[in-house]
C-alpha cells in the first residue's frame, strides 16, 4: 500500500518552481506596487467610500447621495463649475492656436534658431505657477503695477483687475493666455518637420497656393498632435488651482472659486471630507471622459 | 519663402516671445529694483539703480529658525529662507531618486518580464493615469493623520513615491530594447540584478533622464500637498514660503516678494537650460505614446 499523507509532491514542487521562475519579476515590481496600493489605489477606493459619507472628525455615516444632492442645489457649485469651465475653454482655444501659429512661424527657419525659439517658448513653463502668479499679482496691482501703467499711457482709466468680481476670472484667464505653451509649440514644430517634404513638392506641382497647402495637408496631418493637445490642455484646464489659489484665493465674493479651489476650501476649510470627496469625483468624472476620448482616437501610435 | 515673409515672421515671432517672458522679466527686474522704486510711476523698465536690497529684505521677512546646536544653549539662528531651500532641495532630490529607481525597476519587469499577474497590474496603473491627484486629496491626508505625519517631510514624500506615469514611461521605453544581450548575459550565468544594472539601466538612460527631469520640476514646484501637510514655517518648502509671505504682512511689498520668487525660480531655470534637451525628448515621449 502506497497512501501518502504528505502534501502532493507535485504541488510543492510546482510552487517551489514557480518561486524559482518569478522571484526576481516580483522583486523587480514590488516597492512601486506596494507604494502603488497603499498611496493610489486605496486612497481611490476610500474617495468613492467618503463621497457617499457624512465624516465628521470622530464619526461617519452612510448618506447615500446626499452629498451630491447638496452639490447640486448649491448655488456656489454651479458657478464654480462655470469659472472652471470659462477658463478651460478659453485655454484650450487660446494656447492651442497661439502655438500652432508659433510653430507654423519658426518651422521656416533654421534649426539652430528655431530651437532657441523653443527654449525661449518653453521656459515660462518651467517656473512655478505659484511664482508666476505672484508677479501676476504685481502686474495687476491697481495703482503701480505694470498693466495699469500701460494703461494710463494710452489715456485709459486704471481697471481693478484682481478685485473686481465681474473683471477678476478673466484677469486670471489673460494672465493664462498671453504666455505661449511650451509643449505645444515643441509638439507641433516636431509633428510638422516630419511632414514628409513631397507632399509639398507634389501639390506644387499641381499649382497649391499656401494657404490651399496649410489647409489640405499641414493641418490634417496635425490632425493627432492638434487632438492630444487638446486633450492635455483641457484636464490642466480643469484642474487649475495654484494660480487661483495665490491670484484670488477664489474671490472676490467667489468669482474665482474653480473645482479643485473648491475642494481644498471643503476639506480644509469646512472640514467637510464627504462633500469635498463627491466633488472630486465629479472632477473625476469630467478628467477621466477626456482621458477615455485621448485612449479611443490616439490609440495607434503618432510617429514624429 | 520670400525675403519679406521672413522678416515679418521674425517680428512677430519676437513680440509673442517678448510677451510670453514679460512676466519672467518683470520678476527679476522688480527684484533687483530699490524698493522705493517699485511704488513710483513711472516704473523703471530696467533696473536702474540695481541692488540687492530685496533679497536681504526678503531673508528678514522669512524669520528666523532657531537649530538647536548639541552641546550649546545658544541655538543655530539661521533665516528660514535658507531653511526653505535646504528642505526643498532634500524632498526633491531623495523623491526623484527614488522615483527613478523604482519607476526603472518596475518598468523593466512590465516590459521584459512575464509573470502572472502583470496584466492585470498593468491595466491598474493605465487606469491610474486618468485619475487626478485631486480625488485622493482627502483620503491621502487621512491616512497621514492617522500615521502621525502631519508636519513631517515624510507625511510630504510618502505619497508622492507612487508614480505612475514613470512606471508607464518606462515600461514603453524599455520594451523597445533588443532582449538578445540580456539572454546572452543570462546564459553567460549573470544574476537578474546584474543584468538590470549592467545592461538595462545603461540602454534606458534616455528614459531615466526624462524621468527624473519631470520629477525634480514636479517636486521643485509642487505646493498643494506640502501646504496641506506642512505647518511650521522651518518646515516650509520655498513654493509655501512663498505663498506664507504673501500671506503676511509682508505681502504687498512686491520688491521683496519678487525677490524671494526669483530665488525660488533661480535653480529650476539653471536646471532647464542644463537639461533642455531632455525636457523636449520627455515632451515627445509623453505624446507619442499618449
Known amino acids: ?304 | 519663402m520670400s525675403y519679406f515673409l521672413r522678416i515679418l515672421a521674425y517680428i512677430l515671432l519676437t513680440i509673442v516671445a517678448v510677451v510670453s517672458l514679460f512676466p519672467l522679466y518683470w520678476l527679476f527686474n522688480t527684484a533687483l529694483t530699490p524698493a522705493s522704486s517699485t511704488v513710483k510711476l513711472p516704473p523703471d523698465l530696467i533696473p536702474v539703480n540695481a541692488t540687492l536690497d530685496n533679497f536681504d529684505a526678503i531673508l528678514r521677512a522669512s524669520g528666523v529658525a532657531k537649530i538647536p546646536i548639541p552641546g550649546s544653549d545658544e541655538p543655530w539662528r539661521v533665516p528660514r529662507l535658507y531653511l526653505w531651500f535646504v528642505n526643498t532641495a532634500f524632498i526633491t532630490l531623495f523623491s526623484t531618486a527614488i522615483h527613478v529607481l523604482f519607476d526603472s525597476m518596475a518598468g523593466y519587469a512590465f516590459a521584459k518580464r512575464k509573470f502572472p499577474g502583470s496584466n492585470v497590474l498593468f491595466v491598474m496603473i493605465l487606469a491610474a493615469l486618468m485619475i487626478p491627484a485631486q480625488v485622493t486629496l482627502v483620503p491621502l491626508y487621512l491616512l497621514i493623520t492617522q500615521w502621525k505625519l502631519v508636519n513631517t517631510f515624510a507625511g510630504v514624500i510618502l505619497p508622492g513615491l507612487a508614480d505612475v506615469i514613470g512606471i508607464f514611461l518606462l515600461k514603453q521605453y524599455i520594451q523597445t530594447l533588443p532582449t538578445e544581450l540580456e539572454e546572452a548575459a543570462r546564459i553567460d550565468g549573470a544574476s537578474e540584478w546584474l543584468i538590470f544594472t549592467k545592461i538595462i539601466l545603461p540602454l534606458t538612460t534616455p528614459a531615466l533622464a526624462v524621468t527624473a527631469i519631470f520629477s525634480f520640476q514636479r517636486y521643485w514646484n509642487s505646493f498643494l500637498w506640502p501646504l496641506i501637510v506642512l505647518q511650521s514655517p522651518d518646515l516650509f518648502t520655498l513654493q509655501v514660503g512663498l505663498s506664507f509671505i504673501h500671506t503676511s504682512e509682508f505681502g504687498t511689498n512686491y520688491g521683496l516678494l519678487m525677490a524671494g520668487a526669483a530665488l525660488a525660480a533661480i535653480p529650476m531655470i539653471i536646471f532647464f537650460f542644463a537639461f533642455q534637451k531632455y525636457f523636449m525628448q520627455g515632451l515627445r515621449i509623453g505624446a507619442i505614446k499618449g
Open chain 1, 1 to 304: 500500500m502506497s497512501i501518502t499523507i504528505a502534501p502532493h509532491p507535485s504541488l510543492v514542487h510546482r510552487i517551489v518552481k514557480f518561486w524559482h521562475k518569478h522571484k526576481w519579476s516580483y522583486f523587480f515590481i514590488a516597492p512601486s506596487m506596494i507604494l502603488f496600493f497603499i498611496f493610489v489605489a486605496f486612497p481611490v477606493a476610500q474617495a468613492f467610500v467618503l463621497a457617499f459619507h457624512q465624516v465628521d472628525l470622530r464619526s461617519s455615516s452612510w448618506v447615500g447621495l446626499k452629498n451630491f444632492q447638496d452639490l447640486g442645489s448649491s448655488k456656489l457649485f454651479w458657478s464654480t463649475m462655470q469659472h472652471t469651465l470659462i477658463y478651460a475653454v478659453c485655454v484650450v482655444a487660446a494656447w492651442i492656436t497661439s502655438s500652432l501659429v508659433v510653430a507654423a512661424l519658426i518651422q521656416p527657419l533654421s534649426n539652430k534658431i528655431q530651437s532657441l525659439y523653443r527654449g525661449a517658448f518653453y521656459l515660462p513653463n518651467v517656473t512655478s505657477i505659484v511664482i508666476i502668479a505672484l508677479v501676476w499679482i504685481w502686474i495687476f496691482e491697481p495703482d503701480y503695477g505694470f498693466f495699469n501703467y500701460l494703461l494710463t499711457l494710452i489715456g485709459l482709466p486704471k481697471v481693478l483687475w484682481l478685485q473686481n468680481p465681474d473683471i477678476a476670472l478673466w484677469s486670471i484667464v489673460l494672465s493664462t493666455i498671453l504666455i505661449v505653451p511650451g509643449s505645444g509649440v515643441v509638439l507641433y514644430s516636431a509633428a510638422m518637420g516630419a511632414i514628409p517634404r513631397e507632399y509639398y513638392e507634389a501639390s506644387d506641382v499641381e499649382g497649391a497656393n499656401g494657404l490651399q497647402k496649410l489647409l489640405h495637408i499641414t493641418f490634417p496631418l496635425l490632425k493627432p498632435t492638434t487632438l492630444y493637445l487638446t486633450v492635455i490642455y483641457t484636464i490642466a484646464g480643469f484642474q487649475i488651482f495654484e494660480r487661483v489659489y495665490i491670484m484670488t484665493g477664489g474671490g472676490p465674493i467667489n468669482s474665482t472659486t474653480t473645482i479643485v479651489q473648491l475642494i481644498f476650501q471643503t476639506a480644509f476649510s469646512d472640514f467637510n471630507y464627504g462633500r469635498a470627496s463627491a466633488q472630486a469625483l465629479i472632477l473625476f468624472a469630467i478628467i477621466a471622459t477626456f482621458s477615455f476620448i485621448q485612449f479611443k482616437f490616439l490609440s495607434t501610435d503618432v510617429e514624429y
